[in-house]
């Protein structure tokens, strides 16, 4: 029985194939991070971590919970104080998009209906981010980002 040789070529192409398709799906995986990337959240991160402690120290203090829901094409996001009573903020600026690009990325025109504010949005299914900022009655800014499941 007589069988065949592997030779130097052969193993070389195997070689040469395998780390070309691994070099291939690397490039292009960081391709698509670089064209997907958002972009910067702070321009100076430095000055920006110098704040933190206080900015949390704020937010906290107001005490508010935030909830989102969609239904029937309508984005209702509830603010609530520690007692559970509806919040009316000083201004409510909103982006909601996909946590992975920008891509669909909508800025809803929020109104304050006496319990929640409430914005005609479609969204398709799957996960979806709501970074808000809202600022309070004393001025106080409180951002956070807020994750919406929809089914």
Known sequence: M???????????AGFVAAFSLIIGVNLVLA??????FPGLEVRNSYVASQEFDDRKAAQEALGWVIRADHADGELRLAITDRAGDPVSVQSLDATVGRATHVHD????????D??????????????????MVAIAADGTEFTQRVVLVKK
């Open 2 to 12: 007589a069988g065949r040789q592997i030779t130097g070529r052969q193993v070389l």
């Open 105 to 112: 990325d909508q800025k809803p025109e929020f109104t304050f």
């Open 114 to 131: 006496g319990a929640a504010y409430t914005a005609p949005v479609r969204l398709a299914d799957g996960n979806w981010n709501i970074r």
């Open 31 to 36: 391709w698509n991070a670089v064209k997907t």
